[in-house]
């Protein structure tokens, strides 16, 4: 049809007003095909793994071997399988714990080189590998043993490999693991090897829980101690990358969505005054013997493009960056990758949603103009005269001139204000977004446990202890326990000492909070809707039964999730020997037999391990503050590009009444200044908000919670990007505003 050649004219006219919106619809279509991409092939590399290696539901330690194994398993409607542990020291700061492989759970899935066939042979994970320089054909000196790595390995129950099942970061630089014979632990002839039994119920439809309790009983039956018992939801080791996959599987949905939506919205500004202005065009074609359709088809035809353009970049550029990513998170978390799988039905989404918003909506505005008869059409579009009321509610005659013409600027075009607040608020918000998971994270691991924990060692007994804590020690207990009917938020219930020292807890007012009281964590407390006075019984994961607590008080702190008691008061509840203890802090380190302990935890090394994960993240928050950036220019830019299309003649009129260059930018180009700024505020509390819903629904999916910390420091940071994006866009829209010449005023007065 002859009428779409105007399309490349029109295109070409406004060409920056294009790409930008061609740039948000990519970005939308991009992030939706990487991150669902991510989150899918995860998923199921993930699932696939845990499954054909057959994950473990529960291991455990016992005080003497289980007599009749066979028996058991008919018994629980189980597989038991049995594994040796032995950590190795290489160094002062790096341990490598030796694991006998298993055939029947938690199967070693061999990713790379060959499988061991000598007792002089061992497999690695690959991260410690990498980050200790041990290649494969290497050799790993330990305890004057030479072992050679023959491959790298990964086993389902440690897919984030961290030394304790509670741990939450990972540094490959001072733990990793390895694979070898169970002969060769068993030769090493050391006495803190340490047996542990892995539990798989066949039945996968009951609940584990009661499975568990069933297995336990039989147990305790047969007069079996049993300790360290872990369930799968509860190892960090295994459950961890969930999170992961949860996370990116919440953001693939907003992020483009606001994308598009913020494009259909610009679009739809941009085609409704397009057709307004050439209501004369299109009256006089419908009057030559176009068709509506054929109108509505050329009109249609700039957003469909844009669209579908748009979205096939995004999702041609998202495909090949779904391998690299998935092979960046695998160097965190240790599972093997068969194939990267690639969803052709994401692809459809990422490009079909983009058409079909844009297209939609385009369609009604369009049709709101064509609607109209031919004869009104060529009589022009009405111009409003009138003032809106957001104008009336503004008292504008007593402001100064220039402060007067910026804020009618502003006001006039309400669907413009619109985009441009909430283009701002989108771009501030994800840029807050990162800075957050940082401050977050930070506030965490660094600010809360130092204030928090006044001790330097943790020491975990294999065995219930009765000897008085030796100096500068304190004794301590703990157990699992669950709210009933919600076993998905699963706490520690800790006993400590009536005047503890070790562990100092404050209220929200900064006060100390005594330690002969019951007093819970500020994230539980939210979690259970629970505040101080109140009375409630949880479920203990040990035995199925009910207990009930009083509520003293509610932390101010982030360390986790934690009902701290005195140990005394814990001990008379469970049915625990008075005096006893299951593990000791320590403001110096203690000389305890390895094989009494079942885990020990120093403090000083969680500085060193949230470098590591911070490497990472501050990476991710570079990108977030680039791409947010760059939405926050194109949007900045398309709408102060619509106020100098609209202002021509007005701008006209200020040249020709003497006005200079920087006093016609000051008015015309400085008008959106407070807009940009309040919605730059308006931003904070909705990041505030938004990001405490998200960290809640991760916190229910990985059974952690972190706060939302937004520090003084990250704003100012963000509103200065924003400010000096805001700053280049006017720089790019000057040359539109000095290309217009003096004629323009008089051409139109003519017309």
């Known amino acids: 049809m002859t009428l779409n050649k105007r399309i ?31 989150a899918r092939n995860l ?83 690959p991260a410690f590998a990498a980050a200790n320089g041990y290649p494969i054909g290497s050799r790993i000196d330990i305890e004057g043993e030479y072992f050679t790595v023959t491959g790298f390995v990964s086993l389902p129950h440690y897919i984030y490999p961290v030394p304790n099942v509670y741990d939450i970061l990972y540094s490959p630089e001072t733990f990793g693991i390895g694979v070898v014979a169970r002969e060769v632990i068993e030769g090493l002839e050391k006495e803190n090897i340490e047996s542990y039994y892995s539990v798989r119920f066949m039945d996968r439809t009951e609940n584990i829980n009661q499975q568990s309790l069933h297995l336990r009983g039989l147990l305790q039956a047969q007069e079996i101690f049993l300790s360290e018992w872990i369930d799968i939801t509860s190892n960090r080791r295994a459950n961890i990358i969930y999170a992961s996959i949860t996370g990116m ?47 509505m088809a050329h009109y249609l035809a700039i957003p469909l493009l844009l669209a579908l353009t748009g979205g096939v970049a995004g999702s041609l550029m998202a495909l090949p960056s779904i391998g690299p990513s998935v092979m960046a998170m695998v160097t965190y978390y240790n599972i093997p990758v068969k194939a990267i799988e690639f969803s052709a039905l994401n692809v459809l989404i990422a490009i079909g949603t983009p058409t079909l918003i844009l297209g939609l909506s385009s369609y009604l505005v369009i ?28 008292k504008l005659e007593r402001l100064k001139f220039n402060t007067k013409f910026k804020l009618r600027e502003q006001l006039r075009s309400i669907s413009r204000l619109l985009f441009l607040l909430i283009g701002v608020v989108s771009a501030s918000v994800l840029m807050l977004f990162g800075f957050t998971i940082m401050s977050s994270m930070n506030q965490v691991f660094q600010g809360d446990h130092t204030d928090i924990y006044q001790f330097e060692y943790e020491y975990s007994f294999r065995e219930l202890q009765y000897d008085p804590a030796p100096e500068g020690a304190e004794v301590f207990s703990g157990a699992i326990f669950y709210p009933e009917n919600n076993e998905r938020i699963e706490f520690w219930v800790t006993g400590i000492e009536d005047d503890s020292t070790g562990l100092i807890l404050r209220d929200t007012r900064g006060n100390v909070l005594p330690n002969n009281q019951i007093n819970i964590t500020k994230p539980l407390a939210e979690r259970l809707g629970l505040k101080a006075g109140d009375q409630i019984s949880f479920i203990r994961k040990e035995d199925g039964k009910a207990y009930s607590f009083n509520i003293d008080a509610i932390a101010d702190s982030y360390v986790e999730q934690f009902i701290f008691m005195p140990i005394n008061q814990f001990n008379l509840l469970l049915g625990y020997p008075e005096h006893s203890y299951m593990g000791l802090f320590s403001t110096r380190e203690l000389d305890i037999p390895a094989n009494q302990l079942s885990g020990t935890k120093t403090l000083s090394d969680i500085p060193s391990a949230m470098d590591e994960l911070l490497g990472p993240m501050i990476s991710m928050i570079v990108l977030i503050t680039i791409v947010s950036s760059v939405v926050a220019l194109i949007i900045i830019y398309l709408v102060t590009s619509l106020i100098i299309e609209e202002s021509k003649n007005t701008i006209s009129l200020l040249k020709i009444f003497g006005y200079k260059r920087r006093e016609v930018h000051s008015l015309i180009l400085g008008s959106s ?17 938004s990001f405490g819903a998200a960290y809640g629904y991760l916190g229910n999916m990985i059974n952690f919670v972190l706060p939302t910390v937004i520090s003084p420091l990250s704003v100012l940071f963000c509103f200065a990007i924003i400010m000096l994006t805001y700053q280049f866009s006017k720089k790019l829209s000057a040359r539109e505003v000095n290309a217009i010449n003096m004629g323009n005023a008089l051409k139109s007065g003519m017309e």
């Open 8 to 38: 490349r004219r029109i295109i070409k006219e406004r060409t920056l007003r294009y790409v930008g919106i061609f740039i948000l619809i990519l970005l939308g279509s991009y992030t939706f095909v990487l991150a669902s991409g991510l």
């Open 43 to 125: 998923s199921v590399l993930v699932n696939s793994f845990t499954e054909e290696h057959m994950q473990e539901d529960l291991s455990f330690r016992t005080n003497r071997p289980i007599p009749d194994q066979a028996a058991l398993e008919n018994a629980s409607g189980a597989v038991i399988e049995e594994y040796l542990s032995y950590d190795a020291p290489l160094s002062e700061t790096l341990t490598l714990r030796l694991l006998s492989a298993t055939e029947r759970l938690n199967i070693p899935a061999l990713t790379e080189g060959q499988m061991f066939t000598g007792s002089d042979q061992i497999l690695v994970d």
């Open 249 to 295: 599987r919440t953001m693939s949905v907003p992020v483009p969505v606001a994308m598009f939506l913020l494009s259909c919205l610009i679009i739809g500004i941009m085609l409704w005054r397009m057709v307004r202005r050439e209501s004369v065009i299109i009256g006089t074609l419908y009057a030559q013997g176009y068709r509506r359709k054929e109108l």
């Open 367 to 394: 049709r709101s103009e064509l609607k109209r008869s031919p004869a009104e059409l060529m009589k022009g579009s009405e111009q409003k005269t009138g003032i809106n009321f957001l104008e009336r509610a503004v």
């Open 673 to 689: 200044t407070l807009v940009i700024l309040a919605g730059f505020i308006i931003a904070v509390p909705i990041a505030l908000a």
